[in-house]
C-alpha cells in the first residue's frame, strides 16, 4: 500500500490549500470500510491526527481545526482530501494520511507553510 499525498505548499495566513492522498495498492474492500485520517506533525512535535472520516463520511477534528478544516473522500477513487482554510501559523508542518488505526506505511507526506 502507497499513501501519496500533495497539494501542500507556502500560503500567508488567512489563506487556503487543499490537500489530496491517493491510496494504492489496496482494493476498494480493504480501503471502503476503513475510517482515514489526515495527521499532522509540527517542527519539534509528534505526529497527531487532525481530522477523521469514517467509511459512512462521519467527520470528527481536533479542536484547534474545527470549523476551518474540511475531510472528504472518494471511494471509488480512493482518494482523501483535506480542505483547509483560514489558515494560521500554528497549521504549519507535514500533513499525512492514513488509516485511523495507521495500519499502512507512512508515505512521505506533504509540507505546508503558513507564514504570518
Known amino acids: 500500500v502507497q499513501l501519496q499525498a500533495s497539494g501542500g505548499g507556502k500560503v500567508q495566513a488567512g489563506g487556503s490549500l487543499r490537500l489530496s492522498c491517493v491510496v494504492s495498492?489496496?482494493?476498494?474492500?480493504?480501503?471502503?470500510?476503513?475510517?482515514m485520517a489526515w495527521y499532522r506533525q509540527a517542527p519539534g512535535t509528534q505526529r497527531e491526527s487532525v481530522a477523521v472520516?469514517?467509511?459512512?463520511?462521519?467527520?470528527n477534528y481536533v479542536d484547534s481545526v474545527k470549523g476551518r478544516f474540511t475531510i472528504s473522500r472518494d471511494n471509488a477513487r480512493k482518494r482523501v482530501y483535506l480542505q483547509m482554510n483560514s489558515l494560521t501559523p500554528e497549521d504549519t508542518g507535514l500533513y499525512y494520511c492514513?488509516?485511523?488505526?495507521?495500519?499502512?506505511?507512512w508515505g512521505q507526506g506533504t509540507l505546508v507553510t503558513v507564514s504570518s
Open positions: 472520516i469514517t467509511s459512512s463520511g462521519r467527520t
Open positions: 495498492g489496496v482494493i476498494t474492500s480493504v480501503f471502503n470500510p476503513r475510517s
Open positions: 492514513n488509516s485511523d488505526r495507521e495500519e499502512f506505511n
